[in-house]
């Protein structure tokens, strides 16, 4: 019983990691993959966090009367990670937009398809030769 | 001044980026970003020479000392890297104008260049820091910045190459954060020296064998070692030929290093490889790759895609020469790192000017070059031969380097089979040799130009890295000096 409640933190942060890791594999839609790779690092976020929380401790805040503060290393750390989050979803749904534009579709089977279709094209051109 | 070296590296390329934005005119940013490429590579160069007479050299960002604040450390290997990373930058930039003014709308040249620099940024951030969350930061810039510019290939297939890229980079890059985050559990640190000196203490827990192998299989989804290639193939196929040059020969190498730093210096030889049975799964994956990326390339039709693939099959060879743990197979893979840099590079490049003068990479399309362009295809067979491994080019220099040391080690199946994977290299080079030279020209159709030879800024920085080719294939005491000086620190023993 304690293996699942002492621990409860990490196994959120596995919970919603395979879930995100699922939906990434899963799902052909390229907003979905992004929402996946979302929930994804999100859990890498959390599991940061919870690393910091020092038993008893208080927000790392200087006040008097307390001597026992979390440690706020991690959370800045995942301060940066967040905003380098927020830059690759950003660019990810960039390129969706640039990918709905050029293929008029944004699901991962019909954009392959087509690829592959020019591909086969560019052989039977190459076939003559 | 000297003193500022280490970090002035990275803050070169980091603000020239911002300032291409001021000076607009793509002619003054490209001039600009040479220059600022240039400076990064004199640098790389000081700092070589600073290390291999001094020994390691470690900068305190801002004044505070390590473990507390950021150190910037530069040691041999690094070092080495970094001038390699620099190096073929410059040399490929001087060919860029030419080549993006073809390739990239004019609107976007400026762009172009910014990312170009940022992700050179990233790319010398990752080789020179000391602190494992700063090696996360950079890999993003150089990452973030990477996806961008193969988005910007004209093909609506870049796009998506680019989108598969994203998805495969951040996921990796995301397990390397978790190996960093389980570091830091156990010890405590983000410092590199100190994370050394404080692993082995609870090497025994489940949790620093997590974190490593979290660790080594993002770098690896980054490094593309077969079967976590996908990504590679099409990213290069369809980005702009002069991101291709250049990513083909620094980003893997970049990959390669982290897995250097933190397997050697880091986990320690010790956990690594005894601990956990690395030796047979990075020589397994290594030989396959070899076989399997080489057969695929000898299949394909456009030329970027068969030197894309044989790029996985030459991260197979770094590879083997990793999983060897001996300071013989280090320095072969060192080596291999530097020569497979000078051929990717020239290879790419001439490739670049093809597209220039012939708007496709298609092999049918290169009938009849061997006459049309024969410096740039002089250049591709120079650096197809250095691939293959031929005698007088680095290639046989780096080949000699891991099949002697795989024979130190009583390897002599491997041996073989290193010089077997040559022979496949032998197909697909051929098959572009007798398409380029046998065949005769494609009839010209009407109302289009003649095919010319490529004009002279792509024949000096494609003839400069061919003759590099040649030179250190001659001359060995350079790379293989530092290469073995190198991987000898990392064992510990003095040079």
Redesign the interface.
């Known amino acids: 019983m304690s293996m699942i409640l002492g621990l409860y933190n990490y196994w959120i942060v596995i919970v919603l990691m395979m879930i995100g ?1 699922y939906i ?1 594999i899963a799902h052909g839609h ?1 907003i979905k ?1 992004i929402v996946g ?1 979302n929930i ?2 999100t859990s ?1 976020f959390i ?2 966090i919870s ?1 910091g929380k020092v038993e008893g401790g208080t927000a790392p805040i200087w006040q008097e009367n307390i001597t026992l503060y979390s440690n706020p290393l ?1 959370h800045v ?1 995942i301060l ?2 967040i905003v ?1 989050g927020i ?2 979803t950003a ?2 749904l960039a ?2 937009i ?2 709905k534009e ?2 008029g579709t944004i699901d991962e089977d019909e ?2 398809a087509m ?1 592959n279709q ?1 591909m086969d094209n ?2 039977k ?2 076939q003559p ?1 | 001044m000297l003193a500022h070296l280490p970090i002035l590296q990275v803050i070169v390329p980091l603000m020239a980026a911002p300032a291409c934005l001021i000076l607009r005119r793509p002619q003054l940013v490209w001039m600009f970003t040479l220059l600022a490429s240039t400076i990064a590579f004199i640098i790389s160069i000081l700092l070589l020479q600073q290390v291999m007479q001094t020994g390691t050299i470690s900068y305190e960002l801002g004044g505070w000392s390590p473990p507390w604040g950021i150190e910037y450390r530069i040691d041999k290997l690094n070092a080495f890297i970094a001038l390699i990373i620099s190096g073929v930058s410059t040399v490929v930039l001087v060919a860029a104008h030419t080549s993006i003014e073809k390739e990239i709308p004019q609107e976007k040249h400026t762009l172009f260049y910014i990312l170009y620099l940022l992700s050179l940024t990233g790319m010398l951030g990752i080789v020179t820091t000391g602190d494992a ?1 700063n090696v ?2 950079f890999l ?1 810039i150089s990452s ?1 910045s990477a ?2 510019l193969i ?1 910007l290939g004209r093909d ?2 870049a ?2 190459a ?2 598969q890229y ?2 495969m980079g ?2 990796g ?2 397990f390397i ?2 190996g960093i ?1 389980l570091m ?2 156990m010890t405590g640190t ?1 410092n590199m020296v100190d994370l050394a000196t404080r692993l082995p203490e609870v090497a025994e827990t489940r949790t620093v064998t997590t974190a490593y192998v979290f660790f080594i299989v993002g770098v690896c989804l980054k490094l593309a070692l077969f079967p976590l290639h996908l990504w590679l193939p099409n990213a290069y196929a369809h980005a702009p030929s002069i991101v291709t040059a250049f990513f083909a020969a620094t980003s893997t190498k970049v990959a390669a290093y982290l897995l250097i730093r933190f397997t050697f210096s880091i986990f320690g030889v010790s956990f690594s490889f005894t601990t956990l049975p690395m030796e047979m799964v990075f020589l397994t994956l290594g030989l396959l790759g070899i076989f399997v990326a080489s057969t695929v390339a000898i299949y394909q ?2 030329i970027k895609h068969v030197f894309a693939y044989s790029s996985v099959a030459q991260i197979g060879y770094m590879i083997v020469g990793f999983s060897m743990t001996t300071s013989a197979g280090l320095s072969a893979m060192l080596l291999h790192v530097f020569n497979h840099a000078l051929m990717k590079g020239a290879l790419f490049l001439a490739l670049g000017a093809v597209m220039l003068r012939v708007g496709s990479t ?3 399309d290169f ?1 009849g070059l061997g006459r049309q362009m024969p410096l740039t295809m002089a250049a591709i067979v120079v650096g197809g031969l250095s691939l293959i491994g031929v005698p007088l080019t680095v290639g046989f220099v780096s080949k000699w380097y891991l099949v002697v040391a795989a024979l130190e080690k009583g390897w002599w199946p491997v041996a073989g089979l290193v010089l077997l994977g040559s022979l496949l290299a032998v197909v697909y080079v051929w098959r572009i040799v007798e398409t380029a030279y046998f065949k005769a020209p ?1 009839a010209p159709i009407a109302g289009k130009e003649q095919v010319k030879e490529a004009p002279m800024a792509f024949l000096l920085p494609v003839w400069m890295l061919v003759s590099a080719n040649v030179y250190f294939g001659l001359d060995t005491r350079l790379s293989v000096e530092i290469a073995t000086a190198a991987a000898q620190s990392l064992f510990g023993v003095a040079p």
């Open positions: 890791f990434i390229l993959k790779l994804f690092q890498v599991f940061y690393l991690p750390l940066t990670a380098v830059a690759t660019l990810g390129l969706t640039r990918l050029a293929y954009i392959q690829d020019a560019q052989d051109e190459s030769c | 969350f996360f930061v993003e973030l996806y961008s988005a609506r297939r796009l998506w680019s989108f994203l998805i951040t996921i890059a995301t954060l978790i985050g830091y559990q983000l039709d456009n298609q092999l049918k009938q494609l």
